[in-house]
């Protein structure tokens, strides 16, 4: 089969799995009857014992859904006029489960990489992400039964042959990285060794998006996308075309942690969905207004652009808390590093030393996802960039201030000592501010340094400057035209800030 | 008032004080004079304890000051020192020099620190320098503002260590005129200086070192018409 773009609008054919087929251990209806009989008993137990209210479920009042916002039509921002909202076929499912179980719902963004560490350190109660139940998968969190059948299809350029998996091997083929596209590539190799045939090279990338600009760049020769994805993009690139892969056994299913009580009656509720046609009129609202973009290119983002200048304020926000407090642990340090006391110094020395040798974005990612396992708190997104970016600033900083410290006359020092002033008096009024003075260009430097690095608290999922971009490029799909305006935006940040430092500097060097 | 016994002091191996005893009264002016490297600046920097002596016994006013529990920056507050390279804070005008330790480390009031700052900056010449940057003042000036800010501690003592020695020859002059009004006033000086003729005039009394050793400890009448020692008459035939 093959579809050009536009051809493909039959939803009618639409594929929902019969339901005894659970993702978890292929439970059987029975089984799912008597352990929900077990878990009535159970509560109504506890309800017994502590004499809870007679409404009390084993459904807590809040529950927090993660998910990756950049899949459209199943879960994207809908960011036109400004604000942000995160809509979509999941979503809409999301909502209704709400509705049936009583409980509110809390949407947690973030990259698709990310979500099943948040499953695991429970930072999250379920997922929904258009994720597929792979054994891999099943082996680390729960799945609730498939709620929507997915087919794989190769995206490719028009006017090509590669239609089918076999016309595949030898080539580049990209998916999403950590996604069922990706395994199914790994298993298409498996299948052409069988056949000794040469293996498909395969390339990941975090996101869809940017999966079609490396075919539109020659980089790939197609890429594996789920079909209702590759219908969208088609639509917005008539130079595309996509196949359906038939034998592909795909699916998306809610994601629990491990033993998650909520899987049983979520399944309930998605079984009622079903039988009342709710999920038919979901999928209709969604997937059949596919591929009609209005207008081209930047005409596109207009509506969105406010929602993407909306990041500014975040990601001046998160520059300033982070300099502020990098700053001030930096002096901290550089104070550890002249004393005189050896384990001080060394101490410093030591945390510079593994702050300075690794990637500050390993840096985010460990204080974002250890955290919540190692202290119990679910920190949000911004204050683990915050406070993994002061740490490693202050590591940074705090070498220029050693430096500049000890570029200060000791004359200065004598000066303040032969007055009586004590240490930290000296420190502060006499020593630093000449120190600043020194290394005035090495921090502002550091600042423009930070607010460009800022972008990378968008992977944990930040909504700075260039998360946003990327979110409204999901959801139109497109690419370029949101980064260049984010790219514009930091520019002329940069440039302000550049600005503000040289003229400080000029009135600090007139008055002395 | 200051009471030096059997001072040492030695970095690493090199010994640079080797046995000082001396005094000091209350009011007296004491030249510090000696060939360079002899241990000048190095004596004068432990009776304020910017060197910590290797061993040996500072009093001032009848309390040990070398006891390890003597609080070493309530002394200096009394004994302030004036360096050859003035040492000015540049961050800060001349009265913001002058009145920042009266008014951080003796907390006395900003109108008061700055009632006593402006004085002593009439004192010196400087009132209308007073709102200026220290980038902006000639080497004499410098200096004369680094002892009003020494003075506006009100200490008892003062010590010089070169006052001059950093000075354009035309600026010798002001500064020293300032040192002598203050011994004039009264306040107990130590002052090293390659200035023979000052020493001569304002001095009461001559210490000269040589090696670490205090080789003469005299009257300036003495010492300048009939030195005792040998190294005394080849410093003196040299300097003169
Ligand atoms: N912090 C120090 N560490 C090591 N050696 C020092 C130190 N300070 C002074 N010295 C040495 O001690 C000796 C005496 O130095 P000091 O500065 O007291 O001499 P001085 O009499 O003041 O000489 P000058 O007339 O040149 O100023 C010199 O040999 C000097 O190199
Ligand atoms: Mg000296």
Redesign the interface.
Known sequence: MRFRSGQFGLFSVKRFVPLPRFARLGRSPWKLAISTFLLIIMTVNLIAQFSVSSVAQDIPKVLQMGTSADYKPFEFHDTSGGEDKIVGFDVDIARRLSEDLGFKLEIVDMDFNGLIPALQSQRVDFVMAGMTPTPERKRNIDFSQIYYEAKNTIIAKQNNSLTTIASLYGKTVGAQLGSTQEEAVKTMNQEAAKQKKPAINLVTRNRVSELIQEIKANRIDAAIVEDTVAQGYTGVYPDLQFSVIENNEGGYAIAFPKGSTLVAPFNKVLATMKKDGTLERFAKKWFEDQGKPAGIGFQQIIPSIPYILGGIGVTLAFTLVSAILGFIWAVVLALMKIAEFKPFRWLANAYTSVFRGTPLILQIALVYFATPQLVGYDIPAFQAGVIAFALNSGAYVSETLRAGILAVDKGQREAALSLGVPYRLMMTDIILPQALKNILPALANEGINLLKDSALVSTIGAADLLRRATVVGAEKYLYFEPLIIAAIVYYVMVMLLTMGTSVLEKRLQRSA | MLKVNNLYKSFGVLQVLDGITTQLQQGEVVAVLGPSGSGKSTFLRCL?L?EQPTSGQIYFKDVEITAPKCDI?????NI??V?Q???????MTVLQNVT??PI??KRLSKDHAEAIGMDLLRKVGLVEKADV???RLSGGQKQRV?IA??LA?QPEMVLFDEPTSALDPEMVKEVLEVMRDLANSGMTMAIVTHEMGFAREVANRILFLNEGKLAEDTTPQQFFTNPQCDRAKQFLDKML
Do not use: T
């Not at chain 2, 920056?73 to 507050?77: A, G, M, N, S, V």
């Not at chain 2, 390279?85 to 961050?91: A, C, K």
């Open positions: 304020n910017l920056l309530k002394i200096r507050e302030v020192m360096f390279h003035f040492n000015l804070f540049p961050h920042y330790a951080k480390v940057y220290p980038s680094a800010r020494a501690m």
